[in-house]
């Protein structure tokens, strides 16, 4: 019991995720597998392609609507710590996620890790900005996805 207390957390999640996702969740045929992780370097390069050039957008219309939040009231200025949470959010996954690319194509665990941490930092996103049910759909979804493919990645 104490060296589960002393692992860090991280690692404690993982391998409670692992436990539900990877080994009691119906698993995937070898064939679907195997095509998913074929397809997911290049998934993710197309998602970096779509989302460098929206962040910019985001912090450009970020600081836009944290000017003129004023002008629509109470709820409005509310609402911009948590779009800019949002926003600040979203870097560290890409990054993440551009540092995984070339450990996918060679199937290493560490390139796995990574997307995993990417999209534990985006289920701490969709929770902070109030998007608890896309949020829990997103995460079973993907994480069903990710620990059904871990094994394949060494």
Known sequence: MAEANSKNPLAQLE??????FGKKAPALPQGIKEIIVKIAPYLNIIALIFTIPAILVLLGLG???TVLAPVGGAQSVASVPTMWVGIILLV???VLEAMAVPGLFSRKAVAWRYVFWAQVITIVSNLVQFNIVGGIIGAIISFYILFQVKSLYK
Not at 15 to 20: C, K, N, S
């Open 15 to 20: 391998e409670t995720l692992d436990e539900y």
């Open 63 to 65: 600081s836009i609507a």
């Open 92 to 94: 560290p996954v890409v």
